[in-house]
């Protein structure tokens, strides 16, 4: 009996190693986050395999999109197999693997080491390897990041009277973290977290231009606008992480919007809906550039809690001390709560927004919520819908008075498998916006401005998509001219 005991429990221990070897020498596709799983070896990209071992890897987080427990056993596994020996006190310093995080907050604060995606319709590429490598080499000293690098077009017809209608416009931004030091169990962590945007408009200025200029519109319609007067720091702040990962404090210049109002189907500006309404809630006072606290919470994989203050006049490119005021300054909380299958139609997160502003010594307050909802259990096809309102002194921050953003966005839209699948980023996206202006924008020629947008995402290479982009904006708060335009946008974005 003891000998057929111990074959048994030598046979498992035999079956364990051999998952765990496995899965350290296998590639791991998030798609989209929702659904990761190993790669198959016909879909591994080149530019991949030549410059990311599949046991270094660390997969690419979705921020809104909880990380999944596959990927959070790769980091863990990971971390166990690179630990350094440069450690004093039981710390470890510029670790190769950041430390542990609850599943939402992952998400948020760990950008992953990957950047060449599989399914692209060319398979390899000198850029996309080379970006790879450096990507793997600088992850292996604590420092995880995504960059982009964006030319965008935009054309808006008919002509906004004697306007300028034609844009053209190159974007780089770079946003991380580097993991400074962790715990040797990974139960705590300090990290710096950075932003740097740089943009220039060909022909206009992007800071005082754009379609936005020419229309009169409330929000932006232009993608990837955050450029201008050099290189722009949005964000450089200082991070602790602890309690296993459910607790983390931020403090420094901090980009709030990197962290509140997440939507895995309508995030950011790129390979997203373009227009600003859909990026974040317009609403919501989401500074930017200025000083800042923020602290997040998540006791549980189906709740979390977020809390930013930040000052809300900042100058680009000065000192962030130099503009604290507590006459000008905002609080934003937000709580959320995570669904692995809400009434059978899949994940779903619900988030509540409460803001608190003060602005020129008026106080102010307003309400808002985010919605993110799979439309089946199996389906590639996604709702989301942001909306807000703001009182009179609240909306003086922003300028918008109350929104609502909604639309569908099915992702892979093209085949199960091979190029356009599920592992692709592509996706096509289609979104409906309001918005209404606040006091603080008067005169305006109308009160509620519309739009419709049409967008679509089409990977060529493991790192470069293009993006075909239309809307339709209704009477634009500032209208000089015609009440609605069509705005074409057609953008290359570098994904690194």
């Known amino acids: 009996m003891m000998n057929h005991t111990l074959c048994t429990l030598l046979a498992a221990a035999t079956v364990c ?10 590639y791991l596709d998030t798609a989209f986050g929702w659904l990761p799983a190993s790669m198959p070896e016909d879909v591994v990209p080149g530019s991949l395999r030549r410059a990311l071992p599949a046991e270094h890897q660390q997969t690419r987080r979705y921020p809104g999109v909880p990380t999944s427990l596959l990927l959070l056993e790769q980091s863990k596994r990971h971390a166990a197999s690179t630990s350094s020996a440069t450690t004093r006190r039981n710390w470890e310093f510029f670790p190769a693997s950041p430390q542990r995080f609850m599943p939402y907050l992952d998400s948020l604060f760990v950008p992953g080491n990957t950047c060449a995606e599989p399914c692209a319709f060319i398979d390899s590429d000198p850029i996309s390897t080379s970006a790879q490598r450096v990507k793997t080499m600088l992850s292996g000293i604590g420092l995880q990041y995504s960059a982009v690098a964006s030319y965008n077009y935009a054309h808006i017809a008919p002509a906004p009277g004697n306007r300028q209608r034609h844009f053209s416009a190159f ?19 300090i990290f710096l977290s950075f932003e740097a945007d740089w943009g220039i408009g ?22 990837s606008l955050r450029g201008g007067n050099g290189v722009f720091l949005p964000e450089l702040a ?8 459910k607790w983390v404090g931020m403090v420094g210049t901090l980009d709030a919007s990197n962290y509140l109002d997440q939507n895995a189907y309508a995030a950011s500006w790129h390979g997203n809906l373009t227009n600003s309404a859909f990026g974040s809630n317009p609403c919501l006072p ?3 550039g200025n000083w800042g606290y923020l602290t997040a919470w998540q ?23 130099r503009n604290i005021n507590s006459n000008h300054w905002v609080h934003v909380g937000e709580l959320g709560f995570i669904f692995d299958d809400s009434w059978g139609m899949g994940p779903g997160t619900y988030r509540l927004q409460y803001a608190l502003t003060r602005n020129d010594g008026a106080t102010g307050d307003g309400i808002a919520c985010n919605i ?11 709702f989301f819908a942001r909306c807000g309102y703001m009182d009179s002194d609240a909306a ?18 093209f085949t199960s498998s091979g190029w356009g699948s599920r592992h692709n980023n592509d996706q096509i996206g289609l979104g409906f916006l309001w918005l209404r202006a606040g006091g603080s924008e008067r005169p305006y020629t109308h009160q509620d401005e519309y739009g419709l947008e049409l967008s679509a995402v089409v990977q060529l290479t493991p790192t470069f998509y293009l993006q075909p982009d239309v809307q339709y904006i209704f009477n634009p708060i500032h209208a000089d001219s015609r009440d609605n335009a069509l705005v074409f946008q057609l953008q290359g974005v570098f994904s690194f």
């Open 17 to 26: 190693t051999a998952q765990t070897q496995h899965s350290l020498s296998t």
């Open 171 to 189: 974007n780089l931004q770079a946003s991380g973290k580097w993991f400074l030091a962790k715990s040797r169990n990974n139960s705590q962590g």
């Open 202 to 223: 060909a022909d206009f200025s992007e800071r005082n231009g754009g379609v936005q200029n020419s229309l009169g519109t409330l929000s932006q319609p232009q993608s």
């Open 238 to 245: 200082l991070g602790y992480s602890t309690l296993n990962g």
């Open 286 to 288: 989401l500074e930017w």
């Open 299 to 321: 006791p549980t994989d189906n709740f979390y809690a977020m809390y930013a203050t930040t000052g809300c006049n900042g100058q680009i490119n000065q000192n962030p001390f």
């Open 372 to 382: 993110q909802q799979q439309l089946g259990r199996n389906s590639r096809l996604g």
């Open 396 to 413: 003086s921050v922003t300028g918008v008075r109350s929104t609502v953003a909604t639309g569908l966005v099915l992702q892979a839209p």
